[in-house]
């Protein structure tokens, strides 16, 4: 078990580099869909909302692939199914892609203890392809479901509470905690409470949707901009999905970030929170107000005091592109140490 567990890193960037082509497919699908329509919002019809959905799709096959791959990591195809159920359910009672890298990890460990169970002969054969599957997908799925899924929903209940009360305080304090929220699972449901508080707030307090709307992009574009200022940090797929969170931020798209976040959790999580945080605060204390329930540049048009929304957007960038980029190591460091994942072979035969 230790030794399984040991090797987290190279766990999650297996994971990290089978989900990247579903984030990049999936969500420069829904920004170009957003971005023709010219509207900050899904389009309601047409070959546009047809472009959305196929996004869509992608965006949500990657948190179940995600921890599949993460699974199948840890003990090989036994765990694929578990692994990917187990995410899938996850994000179903609202964990996000937190809850998927969580539930790829459970059903890693899982499989593995299944695996020790001594069987007869004639059933080890099946043990691979049938009963570690049953089983360890029957006992992911019902943990995700009946031990997780209560806790995340009092916790959301909790959250959407606290942030009401929050809205008379002063706006360093809150704009760090919208800030925070929005980058903290980019599209989780620590995010979505934020979000719709932001939302609920437009008619009457529209800079508290400006600062979101700044958080939302400043975690992709500030994760793009590293990649551009220190290429060696970065593998050859980060900085490819490097491109595509540039034009995923810019449409107020956070998830443009998670296949940096799913890779290296420990140094891009604090980054981008920083930097979300560091946005929304200079967002607030400018006055930029956003009356469309939407993030990223694409909303200039109905942003009161623009200047101050890009100024805001740039700030948390910049934080964001500096704190990760000091916290990371070359990749080259990272392969030394045993991590390289780029030869991965699957054989179904």
Not at 186 to 195: D, I, S
Not at 316 to 323: H, N, R, W
Request: hydrophobic fraction near 55%; glycine fraction near 12%.
């Amino acid at each position: 078990m230790t030794d399984l567990l040991k090797d987290m890193r190279k766990h999650l960037m297996t994971g990290s580099s089978y989900m990247i082509p579903f984030v990049v497919a999936g969500g420069v699908l829904l920004a170009l869909s957003v971005m023709l329509s010219g509207q900050p919002q899904v389009p309601e019809a047409g070959i546009l909302k047809d472009v959305w959905d196929i996004g869509s799709a992608g965006m949500a096959l990657f948190i179940p692939v995600l921890g599949g791959f993460i699974a199948f990591s840890m003990v090989d195809r036994p765990g694929i199914a578990p692994g990917m159920i187990g995410a899938y359910l996850a994000n179903q009672v609202g964990a996000g892609f937190l809850g998927g890298i969580v539930a790829g990890i459970l059903a890693g460990i899982v499989v593995y203890l299944l695996k020790k169970i001594k069987v007869p002969a004639v059933m080890r054969s099946v043990m691979p392809i049938f009963i570690i599957p049953l089983i360890g997908t029957l006992v992911v799925g019902g943990l995700i479901v009946w031990v997780i899924g209560a806790p995340i929903a009092s916790i959301m209940t909790g959250l959407e509470t606290w942030l009401g009360s929050m809205s008379d305080v002063s706006k360093v304090i809150l704009g760090i905690i919208l800030g925070a929220m929005i980058a903290f699972d980019m599209g989780g449901p620590v995010n979505k409470a934020a979000f719709f508080f932001s939302v609920g707030m437009i008619p009457t307090n529209p800079q508290l949707m400006a600062a979101t709307g700044v958080a939302i992009c400043v975690p992709p574009l500030g994760l793009a901009l590293a990649t551009f200022l220190a290429p060696k940090k970065y593998t050859a797929e980060e900085r490819e999905s490097g491109k595509a969170a540039l034009i995923m931020g810019l449409i107020g798209i956070t998830e443009g970030a998670i296949p940096f976040a799913a890779a290296d959790p420990l140094r891009v999580i604090p980054s981008i929170v920083v930097g979300g945080a560091a946005g929304s605060v200079v967002s607030l204390l400018l006055g930029a107000a956003n009356n469309a329930p939407w993030g990223g540049w694409i909303v200039l048009p109905v942003v009161s005091n623009r200047i101050s929304y890009i100024i805001a957007t740039l700030i948390g960038v910049a934080v964001t592109a500096f704190v990760v980029n000091t916290l990371k190591k070359p990749v080259e460091e990272v392969s030394a140490a045993g991590d390289d994942i780029d030869e991965i072979d699957i054989s179904f035969e």
